[in-house]
Nanobody, 115 residues
């Protein structure tokens, strides 16, 4: 079955960096657009960044210039490098993909940006 497992979250000070990783299984990973999303309590899950099978990337305005999404099709992983983190980046981060008419998510990883 489709499975996404995120890792790499944690507590970081403002201005710091984190690298999130998502390991995928159960799909032909290289053929799918993968995305990172985030959610805070009481708010809808929002797009952070996506990367297509041809490595085209797309970023939310809030992520442009600070975050970088990448993928390794040999390892079935998609990463999110986050630099210059701000308190407003605090959220649960999810990787996901639209597959066969449905959307699949991992369990999420908490990112907290605080001094």
């Amino acid at each position: 079955q489709v499975q996404f497992v995120e890792s790499g979250g944690g507590l970081v000070q403002p201005g710091g960096s984190l690298r999130l990783s998502c390991a995928a299984s159960g799909i032909m990973f290289s053929t799918y657009t993968m995305g990172w999303y985030r959610q805070t309590p009481g708010k809808q899950r929002e797009l952070v960044a996506t990367i297509t099978s041809s490595y085209t990337t797309n970023y939310a305005d809030s992520a442009k210039g600070r975050f970088t999404i990448s993928r390794d099709n040999a390892k079935n992983t998609v990463d999110l490098q986050m630099n210059s983190l701000k308190p407003e980046d605090t959220a649960v981060y999810y990787c996901g993909a639209r597959i066969g008419g449905g959307v699949y998510w991992g369990q999420g990883t908490q990112v907290t940006v605080s001094s």
